[in-house]
């Protein structure tokens, strides 16, 4: 789930969406910019809601709703959410080699008021994304080549 699947490998943007592309089991999250959200009933709930972005200036500010209660994680220590998860993401390249990730995480079920996190990467142009394998009963690791 979001946040906790980290930066995307690649970021492709038109003029009326972006991609994020990201290494982990093949994901991927189509933005559609400058929309509202789509009603959302509990069959429609995902692991990764529901995104709507628009651009501020250089910043991509995608805003997250429509997430199930299944369990999954916001990060790598455990801290759980709901299903009134809401999730504001920012995107900004500080220079050509340097993104910064902030999301700040509101859900009123989970946590007395929202609160932000925020990191800095390291971009790397030209990077491969690979296809996720898993390693069990794996038979075809020697072909799996990339840069």
Known sequence: GVPRM???????????EVV?????????????LNR???PINSRDQSYLGDSVGKWEGD????????????QWWLDSSGYPHSEKLHLSERYRRLN????????TIE??????????TSYIYRV??????MEYWCTENEKDRIH????
Do not use: C
Request: hydrophobic letters at 35%; a negative charge; glycine letters at 6%.
């Open 6 to 16: 980290g930066p995307p490998n690649k970021i492709m943007a038109t003029p009326t």
């Open 20 to 32: 994020l592309l990201y290494n982990q089991k093949n994901t991927w999250r189509l933005v559609p």
């Open 36 to 38: 509202p959200h789509d």
């Open 59 to 70: 910043t991509l500010v995608v805003d997250v709703t429509g997430f199930n209660d299944e």
């Open 96 to 103: 050509a080699n340097t993104m910064r990730f902030t999301v």
């Open 107 to 116: 859900d009123p079920v989970m946590y007395t008021a929202p609160w932000s």
């Open 124 to 129: 790397n142009p030209g990077t491969e994304i």
């Open 144 to 147: 799996m080549v990339g840069k």
